[in-house]
């Protein structure tokens, strides 16, 4: 088992004593033992504030006030008092950012008409404030987040702000369009899109994208390619690169592989390449249906369209092929991507682990860690609770324990999975009291919630009673 040891150390503490059997799964008392650094898991450098190591540097410049509960009540002549109290509070000059930050706060509890109506006392009351571009910004989210049911508060601010001089350009109609979405309207996001578009003002590329990314979760398929094709025919608005990879992403989540690989065609038909993260993409989806030849072919097809492969392509290939019991072939792409130049990192060494653990093979998976670790690649949380997970079904439960021991000395989280698996193990071996001390870790790592850590163990303990009653475990 390489760096592993052969055995481990039993203790039992005095909490633990009291109310169950002696565990072999607790810790040494670290007052009774000098504490062991393992070479897998460096221990990481205490972190030190860096006023304690230069106790004399002065405190960082104050921030400003924090004014987001600032108004409790929508009342505006309270506002305006409110308002009033900060200027007179204020030593020095009140700037846009105060003013801003002001605004928001009564704009979180006020409607959209007496916000404005406070923006223009503030206006007059303070004579060196002049609202930019962010500020009337603010007035705009609150009006998008309304809950009327038109466009109307909308069409407000933005008609308040070309009365004040403050032309909307793409950054507006950016912050409007996502904030309408955020709040679940995207048709009236569509229907502003339309407006700013025939008024010669087309949303920019980042707001086009996010519009269909977020129809792609929101709606249906057909609906999404309705919007493109609208935009496109109709205003002039065409998708690019990134547009046709969140459908491709989109139909691979949801597999629909066909039409991914029609989209790939499409992009090619409107001029694209496509590139790396798209067949990264798409190779992903068939990973997801565990189509190990369908990966290789999506791998061999960016190859011949001269796209070069990256370490997400090889990672994602060995995964698949790992993934549908095809271990062998994914260790010839751990020597190809060696020699392509990218280095295998935990990723890819636990995604073959996996791999040999569903064929039953743990302890080649052991073998693999010894050479992971010699190649100088350190193995994750991933890792351990993979290989836990696998020497357990595999009925190896004392390499099991030992391997437990290294990820608890190093504070390691247990995965669902592998803490379900280890205590099942643990309990068919009579050994109840151990599977109270990793039920006990798991909640106090904060590796899973106390109601999914105790109801794994209560069912399995059910199960443990009732097979002794059949005679079924001792």
Same mark, same amino acid.
């Given at each position: 088992m390489g760096k592993?040891?052969?055995?481990?150390?039993?203790?039992?503490?005095?909490?633990?004593?009291?109310?169950?059997?002696?565990?072999?799964?607790?810790?040494?008392?670290?007052s009774s033992a000098p504490p062991k650094a393992h070479p897998h898991f460096p221990r990481k450098p205490t972190k030190v504030s860096r006023k304690t190591l230069n106790p004399d540097s002065p405190d960082p410049a104050p921030a400003l006030?924090?004014?987001?509960?600032?108004?409790?009540?929508?009342?505006?002549?309270?506002?305006?008092?409110?308002?009033?109290?900060?200027? +007179?509070?204020?030593?020095?000059?009140?700037?846009?950012?105060?003013?801003?930050?002001?605004?928001?706060s009564y704009a979180a509890v006020a409607t959209v008409r007496d916000s404005i109506a406070l923006l223009n006392h503030m206006v007059k009351a303070s004579p060196t404030f002049s609202p930019d571009r962010s500020t009337y910004h603010v007035l705009l989210s609150q009006s998008c987040r309304a809950p009327d049911a038109s466009l109307a508060s909308v069409r407000q601010v933005l008609n308040l702000m070309v009365n004040k001089g403050?032309?909307?350009?793409?950054?507006?109609?950016?912050? +409007?369009?996502?904030?309408?979405?955020?709040?679940?309207?995207?048709?009236?996001?569509?229907?502003?899109?339309?407006?700013?578009?025939?008024k010669n003002s087309p949303p920019d590329s980042y707001t086009y994208n996010f519009v269909v990314k977020h129809l792609c979760k929101t709606r249906a398929l057909g609906t999404v390619y309705n919007f493109i094709d609208e935009m496109r025919d109709s205003l002039g608005v065409k998708p690019d690169l990134v547009t046709y990879t969140i459908?491709?992403?989109?139909?691979?989540?949801?597999?629909?592989?066909?039409?991914?690989?029609?989209?790939?065609?499409?992009?090619?038909?409107?001029?694209?390449?496509?590139?790396?993260?798209?067949?990264?993409?798409?190779?992903?989806?068939?990973?997801?249906?565990?189509?190990?030849?369908e990966v290789v072919g999506v791998y061999k097809k960016m190859k011949e369209e001269g796209v070069e492969p990256d370490l997400v392509t090889y990672n994602t290939l060995i995964f698949g092929l790992s993934k549908s019991g095809r271990v062998k072939d994914a260790r010839k792409y751990l020597d190809t991507m060696v020699e392509a130049g990218h280095f295998p990192d935990a990723v890819t060494y636990t995604s073959l682990m996996n791999g040999m653990c569903r064929e039953g093979d743990p302890l080649g998976a052991l073998r693999l860690l010894e050479e992971m670790e010699a190649k100088g690649c350190s193995p994750n949380s991933c890792t351990y609770n993979t290989l836990l997970n696998g020497l357990c079904k595999s009925r190896l439960l004392e390499k099991g324990i030992e391997l437990y021991q290294m990820m608890k000395s190093s504070d390691m989280k247990l995965e669902t999975a592998a803490y379900a698996t280890f205590v099942r193990s643990l309990c068919?071996?009579?050994?109840? +009291?151990?599977?109270?001390?990793?039920?006990?870790? +798991?909640?106090?790592?904060?590796?899973?919630?106390?109601v999914a850590a105790y109801t794994t163990l209560e069912s399995t303990l059910k199960w443990l009673k009732k097979a002794r009653e059949q005679g079924l475990a001792v």
């Open positions: 592993i040891p052969p055995s481990f150390r039993s203790a039992i503490s005095t909490s633990m004593a009291a109310r169950r059997p002696p565990s072999s799964l607790a810790t040494v008392d670290p006030p924090r004014l987001q509960s600032l108004f409790e009540s929508p009342d505006l002549s309270d506002a305006k008092k409110i308002f009033g109290s900060v200027v +007179a509070a204020s030593r020095s000059q009140l700037d846009v950012r105060l003013h801003n930050s002001v605004l928001q403050v032309a909307p350009n793409q950054a507006t109609a950016d912050v +409007a369009i996502r904030s309408l979405c955020s709040s679940g309207r995207e048709d009236d996001a569509v229907e502003l899109i339309r407006e700013l578009s025939s459908l491709i992403d989109n139909v691979c989540n949801t597999k629909n592989l066909r039409e991914a690989m029609r989209l790939v065609s499409v992009l090619s038909e409107e001029g694209f390449k496509p590139d790396c993260f798209v067949y990264n993409t798409i190779m992903k989806g068939y990973c997801m249906l565990s189509r190990g030849s068919r071996r009579g050994r109840v +009291a151990e599977a109270y001390e990793v039920f006990d870790y +798991a909640v106090e790592s904060k590796s899973l919630t106390n």
